[in-house]
Nanobody
């Protein structure tokens, strides 16, 4: 079992920055693939950024150049640095983890395509409880 706990969400004005953190514990190690997803009210969950077990990253087009995913393997912590935030970024942000060769180890576009056809709990093995990000104009 893997436990994921997010933190760092909050309310900011457009153009501001936030850094989300996700602390992992349990049966997880640096071989896991991890990612960030978000879900706004009334909308489907969306893959935002992922980092695979070799350190390769991919991003949703809507956040490229603004968000950066990274991890500290020693601390078992995943981060999402969010800059130039927009009101459209307002959502609950979820941390996710899974062991290869899980779908989470694929690029964001492939993960999103799977999520569009399947329940998200089928696509991703472990979820955090979420942290709210609100961006005001």
């Amino acid at each position: 079992q893997v436990q994921l706990v997010e933190s760092g969400g909050g309310s900011v004005q457009a153009g501001g920055s936030l850094r989300l953190s996700c602390a992992a514990s349990g049966d997880t190690d640096s071989t896991y693939c991890m990612g960030w997803f978000r879900q706004a009210p009334g909308r489907d969950r969306e893959a935002v950024a992922v980092i695979d077990n070799e350190g390769s990253t991919s991003y949703a087009e809507s956040v490229k150049g603004r968000f950066t995913i990274s991890q500290d393997n020693a601390k078992k912590t995943l981060y999402l640095q969010m800059n130039s935030l927009k009101p459209a970024d307002t959502a609950m942000y979820y941390c996710a983890a899974d062991a290869p060769p899980a779908p989470l180890c694929r690029p964001v576009t492939a993960i999103q395509a799977l999520g569009g056809m399947n329940p998200w709990d089928w696509v991703v093995g472990y979820w955090g409880q979420g942290t709210q990000v609100t961006v005001s104009s």
